[in-house]
C-alpha cells in the first residue's frame, strides 16, 4: 500500500492522466463521443501479452483520496438514496493492474476479490483509517487458470466481466463466449482451477460484445436461494428488454430487466433485505457518461417475467465516475449498509480506475 506521494516515474504518468483526462472532458462536453465509449463498442481482441499475468504476483498499488464525489459542489454528500463516504483512485507500477470489472468483499468490507477483463484475479484488502478509505494492502495478481491448469486466455477466453460467491465457491462470468466457470477457492484459492457449469442455450447466444455481465448468488434464508442470477449487458428480448437467467434453484428459467434511458447492466448485487440493486451505465452522444442505481425486489424475479425498480442514484461527468463496472455491499458494526463500486479504466490512460464507497440511507 501506498497512499501517500507515488514516485517520481508514477507522478508523472499520473499527471499525463490528469491531462488527458481534461482534454477528454473537454471533448464530451463539446458533444463529441467520449473515448470510454468506443472503448466499450469496439471488438474485442485477445490482449496484449503486456497486460497478462503469468504466474501469481505481490504488486503495489498507490492510492489518492477523492475528497469529494461532486466536482461541481464539493460540500455535497447526498446523492439520491446514497451519501459519499470516501474514494480513492488506484494506479500501479504494475502493467497487469486494471480493467476491473467485478469486485466482491468479505462480511467486514475489508478483504477483496476482484478480476480484470483480461482473465487476472486479484485479491488483497483494503485498508481503512476510521471510515474512509486510505489505499490497498497485501495486493496479488495471479492468472486465472482452466481444468488444465493454464490460463484461460490461452484458450482465447479473456472477457471475465462478472463475478458471484457462494461460499468457497467463486463463480465467473465470460462475456465473449458467455459461459459461467466454477472455482473452489477451498482448493488453493486463485490456485484452483475452473470448470465450466451447465448454462442455459439461449445464454450462449448472447452477443459477445454485450453478453454475460452480471452475476448474483441468492443465500440461504431469502426468495430463491441457491439460484445463481445472471443478466447480460445489452442482450435484449424482443421487447427490448435486458435478458436474464435464473439458474439452478426452485425455479429456474429467464426473465428480463426492463430497459429504460439507454441504460446498460454493468453489475448487481443482493442486499440482507432481499433487495437487488442493479448498476448501470450509459454513454450518449449528447451527454457523455451516465450512472444509475436500480432497487428492484428479489420476489419479483420469477421466471417469465419483466421487472422494474427505481431509480435510487444517478451520477454523470460531474462527478467522480468513468466507467463503473462491479458493484458489492457490505454492512458494518454500526449497522450501516456501505455499496462499494469499481471502475474498469480499460487500460486507457484516459480512464481511471476508481473505488468509491457509499452509505445507503434509505
Do not use: C
Not at 499525463?16 to 469496439?42: N, Y
Not at 437487488?276 to 457518461?289: A, C, D, Y
Amino acid at each position: 500500500m501506498d497512499s501517500g506521494p507515488a514516485p517520481q516515474e508514477g507522478a508523472s504518468r499520473n499527471d499525463e492522466v490528469k491531462f488527458t483526462r481534461r482534454r477528454f472532458l473537454a471533448s464530451a462536453a463539446a458533444g463529441l463521443v467520449p473515448a470510454i465509449a468506443q472503448a466499450q463498442t469496439r471488438p474485442k481482441h485477445p490482449p496484449p501479452d503486456e497486460f497478462l499475468v503469468a504466474a501469481p504476483v505481490s504488486i503495489e498499488i498507490n492510492a489518492r483520496p477523492i475528497p469529494s464525489f461532486d466536482t461541481r459542489d464539493r460540500a455535497r454528500t447526498r446523492f439520491g438514496a446514497l451519501e459519499y463516504r470516501s474514494g480513492l483512485i488506484l494506479t500501479s507500477r504494475f502493467r497487469g493492474f486494471g480493467g476491473l470489472s467485478g469486485w466482491r468483499l468479505d462480511a467486514k468490507g475489508e478483504q477483496f476479490i476482484s478480476m480484470s477483463d483480461k482473465g487476472t484475479w486479484f485479491t488483497g484488502r483494503i485498508v481503512y483509517q476510521g471510515r474512509e478509505m486510505t489505499g490497498l494492502a497485501d495486493v496479488e495478481a495471479a492468472p486465472m487458470l482452466g481444468t488444465d491448469g493454464r490460463p484461460i486466455t490461452a484458450r482465447g477466453w479473456f472477457d471475465t466481466e462478472a463475478i458471484a460467491l457462494d461460499g468457497s465457491l467463486v463463480y465467473i462470468g465470460l462475456e465473449r463466449v458467455n459461459q459461467i466457470l466454477k472455482f473452489d477457492f477451498a482448493k488453493g484459492g486463485t490456485r484452483s482451477r475452473g470448470e465450466a457449469i451447465a448454462v442455459p442455450p439461449p445464454m450462449r447466444k448472447l452477443p459477445n460484445n454485450k453478453g454475460l455481465e452480471s452475476l448474483v448468488m441468492v443465500p440461504k434464508g431469502l426468495p430463491l436461494a441457491g439460484t445463481l442470477i445472471a443478466i447480460s449487458e445489452r442482450g435484449l428480448d424482443s421487447e427490448g428488454d435486458i435478458i436474464g437467467f435464473l439458474i439452478g434453484g426452485p425455479t429456474p428459467g429467464d426473465f428480463a430487466v426492463r430497459r429504460s434511458n439507454d441504460f446498460d447492466i454493468s453489475d448487481a448485487v443482493l442486499l440482507r433485505s432481499g433487495d437487488l440493486l442493479i448498476l448501470e451505465r450509459k454513454f450518449s452522444l449528447l451527454t457523455g457518461v451516465g450512472i444509475r442505481i436500480r432497487r428492484i425486489a428479489l420476489k419479483s424475479l420469477v421466471r417469465g417475467a419483466t421487472v422494474d425498480g427505481p431509480s435510487i442514484f444517478e451520477a454523470d461527468l460531474g462527478n467522480e465516475v468513468d466507467n463503473m463496472e462491479g458493484i458489492d455491499a457490505h454492512v458494518t458494526p454500526e449497522g450501516d449498509t456501505v455499496l462499494t463500486m469499481i471502475s474498469d479504466d480499460n487500460f486507457s490512460l484516459i480512464q481511471r480506475t476508481l473505488l468509491l464507497q457509499f452509505t445507503l440511507m434509505e
